[in-house]
């Protein structure tokens, strides 16, 4: 196949994969809203059976590995009923989730092949292997916590956006790259980065949810009444679950994030002459990095912690985004690769 | 400070069965400085400054005032990186300009206040960590702390029975828990009771201070870097060279505590420099074929530069930065004098390298001559019927120039750039116009005077800096040192696992051993979960095939 028969069918499979993910989104959406009965009841007699199994029966090795769906239908239905309607949106939803990533995966290893490089040389594929990523930790973290499966559809929506403006605005033609990329640095250094970017994605979704979970707790507690959010907080995962997720999701994408900073610099040594010259894109770089390190220190200091740290996570996340798309499209510098003209 | 640890705190919840057993590196290291002597009243507001500065709190205002700091760096031009932009700006802002440059906003990287801030930062850093130093070096040398009297206030609590002895029993849980590296140690309570204190994760913290330790050590060497490192740039033609003297650069930074003696002999000379280009006009490949002697008197070695690839020798780096087109002209001026083949580097303007530039020669007679003007490496002529380049390589180049006659001002004594003529001589009309002609190679435009000017090719020319930054391995070694402290002090969960074993007694009607257990995640509660029950299973049953726990 040609380049431009390749590169095509990227575009077909980038574009087939984003209607999954709305699919998806839709469907956990309907798995939200039509309340998580089915799913409570599920995991409240899973847990004590996952107790016996680690207190003297077989190992449960398989536990870590398996996708969330298949521990969901091979879970006992020990419930007087059936899945619930929620519960079985929620998988149809997982399950176009997984048929989505897969879809995108191939539109990314498909553009490798097409411009017979890394397949994240502009913004455009920049864009799609962050998503891809975020999409990818979301499901990791369904492994660990598979009671936050319903916030799909939270994850789901940035995504979406980022994919259609990648697909759109960001656009750029299967094409070769200048010298100065042309080295094994751009895959060791781009990929970390989107891998890190597209991991705080999904910290600062949980994040946000985090916050308006903990406010509807502050205002339950204080028995002021629910508050204009009420539903929205009444169906959201404890608060502690969800700064859980958003803390180890930040924690697991900050030293990934660190090694492709490190990276940069090496890569610029090799190519600009100097291994930190202030670039715009590397002066946001830093930015962003030292307000995520405050975000981790911020979550171990008195009077810090809770919804204090949470913003702080948020502006760090702020951060990568304004480096993303101001600093690339607007400010001028050594980073110009953007592929946009 | 700065403990990247205290997350996940089940301590707080973990820590009230038991204070005394409970830990005592938690509760210091939550408060690091406050094991400070009494001192005299007289430096009390000293030692609360200190405190202040060293806290948590104060750190994290110094790392936002940080990124705070470097933004309109990265927004408003700066002068070590573009001084002309900078000028730009201060003309097309004549209020608000000079006062941000009040500010050194247009140097925030060098400026004062910013200085000031990460110097606090730096303190801040050191104040704390050498505290911590001590406190992870004594908790190293520390037993595992006391069991506490009731496990079942842990997070972590389960209980079975044995029909072994309670010696016997601990010596297992003690011999299998060691097997998983955990630090146990056994002790004895009254009436036969047997306890088992076991702790793991020790590297938490080892990783927590190495990244800080790496951080510091890393600010410094980029520091000592910029003081004795320097670069200088400039621009070769084919065929010629330089030698590493501060006076041959066209720009030259060095580092304040730069001596002669840094800079080391060496010379070069571009042999050919080439770039190739693919189908669509992007470039596909820059080499420059170089030869180079190092030393005073070394050999002459070959070597070839490319982006990504410089020259690495000791005691600097060589890079290809950038390339273009120098047209070269034969001019014969009306006193009959021939200029053959002078030359001058055309900056390239864009993707097509349509170049400008411009070539005095200030001994031409009578009066001193100059062109400026563009070349255009393949030549096309837009609809408008002006000269454009269409594509980067000289397939078919021409110039398009202006001839000038009169004084260059070259002897006012104010530098001029090489690459333009002086805007005032031409304005006062001091230098005029005397022609205009687009040329093709080998074409000859002849004026009212006399004078020839013939358009006899082309050189390529490439821009070279030579830097020398001599801490930047250690940069490196503390960019590693970091990446590793936070992966172990981000991924490794410092535990604690109790174990109790109580013989056979008639009075609490018990026939058998009991066995209790109990455990305490300090960090990240919800994975120690699963650890705890395969560790219980495994204790249990020692038969039983063994988790991998971490």
């Known amino acids: ?341 | 400070m700065t403990a990247v640890d205290r997350d996940e705190t089940v301590a707080s919840k973990a820590v009230a069965p038991e204070p005394p057993a409970a830990d005592t590196v938690d509760s210091l290291s939550t408060k690091p400085t406050l094991t400070a002597p009494p001192a005299g009243r007289r430096f009390a507001p000293l030692i609360r400054a200190w405190r202040w500065l060293t806290s948590m709190r104060t750190a994290l205002v110094l790392l936002f005032l940080l990124a705070l700091g470097v933004i309109p760096g990265s927004l408003l031009p700066q002068r070590p990186l573009n001084p002309q932009k900078v000028d730009t700006y201060l003309t097309q802002h004549p209020t608000l300009g000079p006062f941000l440059d009040r500010l050194s906003m247009f140097n925030v990287f060098g400026a004062p206040w910013f200085a000031a801030i990460y110097i606090l930062l730096f303190v801040s850093l050191t104040g704390c960590l050498v505290p911590r130093i001590r406190l992870h070096a004594r908790a190293l040398r520390s037993k595992p702390p006391k069991a506490p009297k009731h496990f079942t206030r842990l997070p972590e609590a389960t209980t079975y029975e044995s029909d072994d002895s309670p010696t016997a029993v601990a010596a297992a849980a003690a011999a299998t828990l060691r097997k998983s590296r955990w630090r146990i140690i056994t002790r004895d309570e009254p009436a036969g009771v047997v306890t088992v204190s076991a702790e793991k994760g020790y590297l938490r913290e080892t990783g927590n201070l190495l990244f800080h330790v790496a951080l510091t050590v890393l600010l410094l060497a980029v520091a000592s870097g910029r003081l004795w490192g320097y670069t200088g740039s400039i621009l070769v033609q084919d065929g010629d060279g330089f030698c590493n003297t501060v006076q041959q650069y066209d720009s030259f930074n060095p580092g304040q505590l730069v001596k002669g003696s840094d800079i080391a002999p060496f010379c070069m000379s571009l042999k050919k420099f080439t770039a190739t280009y693919d189908k669509d006009g992007t470039a596909s490949d820059f080499r420059g074929n170089i030869t180079y002697t190092e030393g005073l008197n070394g050999p002459e070695k070959h070597d070839v530069l490319q982006v990504n690839h410089p020259l690495r020798i000791e005691g600097l780096r060589l890079y290809l930065l950038g390339h273009g087109f120098s047209p070269m002209f034969t001019i014969r001026d009306p006193s009959g004098q021939v200029f053959k083949d002078v030359s001058a580097p055309f900056l390239p303007q864009d993707a097509a390298f349509s170049s400008q530039g411009a070539v005095k020669l200030p001994d031409a007679k009578p009066k001193q001559i100059a062109l400026d003007g563009l070349f255009l490496p393949t030549a096309a002529e837009t609809q408008q019927g002006v000269l454009t380049s269409i594509w980067p390589e000289a397939t078919s180049p021409k110039v398009a120039i202006f001839v000038y006659e009169g004084n260059l001002g070259l002897d006012t004594g104010q530098p001029q750039s090489v690459y333009s003529l002086d805007r005032d001589q031409l304005s006062n009309g001091a230098l005029k116009q005397v022609g205009r002609k687009n040329l093709a190679p080998n074409q000859t435009y002849t004026l009212k005077d006399g004078t020839t000017i013939t358009f006899t090719g082309y050189k390529q020319w490439a821009s070279l800096q030579v830097s020398r930054d001599p801490a930047q391995t250690y940069v490196l070694i503390a960019a590693g040192a970091i990446l590793v402290g936070l992966v172990l002090s981000l991924r490794i969960r410092r535990r604690r696992l109790w174990v109790r074993v109580t013989p056979a007694d008639a009075d609490s009607g018990s026939q058998r051993t009991v066995v209790e257990l109990g455990g305490l995640a300090r960090t990240d509660a919800g994975v120690f979960t699963d650890e705890f029950g395969k560790i219980a299973a495994r204790l249990r049953d020692p038969a039983a095939p063994r988790e991998r726990e971490d």
């Open chain 1, 1 to 341: 196949m040609g380049t431009t028969a390749l590169a095509h069918l990227s575009n077909t499979l980038y574009t087939f994969s984003i209607v999954c993910y709305a699919l998806a989104m839709v469907s956990l959406g309907a798995e939200y809203a039509f309340g998580r009965r089915g799913r409570v009841a599920d995991t409240a007699v899973a847990a004590p059976a996952k107790v016996l199994v680690g207190a003297g029966g077989p190992p449960v090795a398989a536990d870590a590995a398996t996708p969330p769906v298949t521990t969901d239908t091979a879970g006992p239905p020990v419930g007087p009923v059936g899945p619930s309607i929620g519960e079985r949106f929620g998988r149809v939803g997982v399950a176009l989730l997984i048929l989505g990533v897969l879809v995108h995966a191939a539109a990314v290893a498909i553009r490798g092949a097409a411009v017979d490089r890394v397949p994240w040389g502009n913004m455009y594929e920049f864009t799609s292997v962050a998503c891809l990523v975020a999409v990818l930790s979301f499901l990791a973290v369904l492994v660990r916590q598979p009671q936050l499966r319903h916030l799909g559809g939270f994850v789901l929506f940035p995504v979406l956006v980022l994919m259609f403006l990648g697909g759109t605005v960001l656009y750029a033609q299967a094409e070769q790259l200048v010298p100065a990329l042309h080295s094994y640095w751009l895959a060791i250094h781009v990929s970390a980065i989107s891998v890190g970017i597209g991991i705080f994605l999904v910290s600062s979704v949980a994040t946000m949810l985090y916050l308006v979970r903990a406010r509807w707790e502050a205002r339950v507690a204080a028995g002021r009444g629910q508050g204009r959010v009420s539903g929205f907080g009444a169906m959201l995962p404890g608060a502690d679950s969800l700064d859980r997720m958003a803390y180890r999701t930040a924690a697991f994408g900050f030293p990934l994030y660190t090694f492709g900073v490190i990276c940069g610099a090496i890569w610029a040594e090799a190519a600009w002459g100097k291994y930190w010259s202030w670039d715009p894109k590397e002066t946001w770089a830093l930015i962003a990095w030292v307000i995520y390190a405050a975000y981790l220190h911020a979550r171990a200091t008195a009077g810090w912690k809770g919804t204090k740290a949470a913003y702080i996570n948020l502006l760090g996340f702020a951060a990568l985004i304004f480096n993303f798309f101001v600093i690339n499209i607007v400010v001028s510098g050594l980073h110009s690769y953007a592929g946009l003209n």
